[in-house]
T-cell receptor, first 112, second 116 residues
């Protein structure tokens, strides 16, 4: 049963520290998405890739966030430096066809 | 303007009754897709059903069906014979296909409570 995996599942860090979240998309999927979910804003698209190329990262604060896909099996989302307002659940999702998008379990980030 | 509107922040429904969760959308793109996701308290996002704008039939998946009314720009989710395990947050989402974009925009969600 193929699934999107994300690590870590939970992360608590102090303000100013670097945070790296990792995602392994489902094998064969060519699109990868990063979302952030908060109570106030709901689900926000941060960035997405098709065939490892970044297509849109307009939802991402550029000064501190960066998203990359070093290879087809790994996507990363980095925050440096982290701030308390970055506390949220970060989801990765992948898809192969236009009518599907499968989510990972999420990384719950708490920045103190 | 919001692309996806879910007007019901919360709903309470008796077990075994049918449930309709409302979703309206806004797009000028003639080609688009509509999704529904379920998010239980465990936090995962579970894909439920998809409807393409050119699909002739309403999508169905088991107890889930999508009541697609294109002229009214609505894509309501219908859950038949509700179960306690259906209690969760439900999100409607849309993908606009102009420019071969893969972005999916989500609504704010509806929290469904199934009562025993």
């Amino acid at each position: 049963d193929a699934r999107v995996t994300q690590t870590p599942r939970h992360k608590v860090t102090e303000m100013g520290q670097e945070v790296t979240m990792r995602c392994q998309p489902i094998l064969g999927h060519n699109t990868v998405f990063w979302y952030r979910q908060t109570m106030m804003q709901g689900l926000e698209l941060l960035a997405y890739f098709r065939n490892r190329a970044p297509l849109d990262d307009s939802g991402m604060p550029k000064d501190r966030f960066s998203a990359e896909m070093p290879d087809a099996t790994l996507a990363t989302l980095k925050i440096q430096p982290s701030e308390p307002r970055d506390s949220a659940v970060y989801f990765c999702a992948s898809g192969k066809n236009y009518n599907e998008q499968f989510f990972g379990p999420g990384t719950r980030l708490t920045v103190l | 303007a919001q692309k996806i509107t879910q007007t019901q922040p919360g709903m309470f429904v008796q077990e075994k009754e049918a449930v309709t969760l409302d979703c309206t959308y806004d797009t000028s793109d003639p080609s688009y897709g509509l999704f529904w996701y379920k998010q239980p308290s465990s936090g995962e996002m579970i894909f439920l059903i998809y409807q393409g704008s050119y699909d002739q039939q309403n999508a169905t998946e088991g107890r889930y069906s999508l009541n697609f009314q294109k002229a009214r720009k609505s894509a309501n989710l219908v859950i038949s014979a509700s179960q306690l395990g259906d209690s969760a947050m439900y999100f409607c989402a849309m993908r606009e296909e102009q420019g071969r974009d893969d972005k999916i925009i989500f609504g704010k969600g509806t929290r469904l409570h199934i009562l025993p």
